[in-house]
Nanobody, 130 residues
Framework: QVQLAESGGGLVQAGGSLRLSCAAT????????IGWFRQAPGKEREFVSF????????YYADSVKGRFTISRDNAKNAVNLQMNSLKAEDTAVYYC???????????????????????WGQGTQVTVSS
């Protein structure tokens, strides 16, 4: 059983940076991809980024491509999301979640959907002031 906990959120000015971390417990962490999602007030939860079990595959929503970078350290059971050039529209609660399927390497970003994920963290608030 893998459990996840996010940290690193906060208040930042537009153009600034934040680094989110997703800490995992459980021996099987290294077998699963991890995704980052976000949910703004009044909006549906949306995909942000995904890293495959090995770290060899990384995927991004078009809205964050070129600004966000996802990485993982399986030795530390951690996944990080480096967020640069933040915009007001990045304001949301950010969640990390575990893929249901072991060893999955999605063919394309559109193959990554919310129902693919089971264990979710509690979320961390990111607020970008304009």
């Amino acid at each position: 059983q893998v459990q996840l906990a996010e940290s690193g959120g906060g208040l930042v000015q537009a153009g600034g940076s934040l680094r989110l971390s997703c800490a995992a417990t459980g021996r099987t962490f290294g077998a699963y991809g991890i995704g980052w999602f976000r949910q703004a007030p009044g909006k549906e939860r949306e995909f942000v980024s995904f890293v495959s079990w090995s770290g060899g595959g990384t995927y991004y929503a078009d809205s964050v491509k070129g600004r966000f970078t996802i990485s993982r350290d399986n030795a530390k059971n951690a996944v990080n999301l480096q967020m640069n050039s933040l915009k007001a529209e990045d304001t949301a609660v950010y969640y990390c979640a575990k893929d249901r399927i072991k060893w999955r390497l999605p063919a394309q970003t559109m193959d990554i959907t919310l129902p693919d994920f089971d264990s979710w963290g509690q979320g961390t608030q990111v607020t970008v002031s304009s």
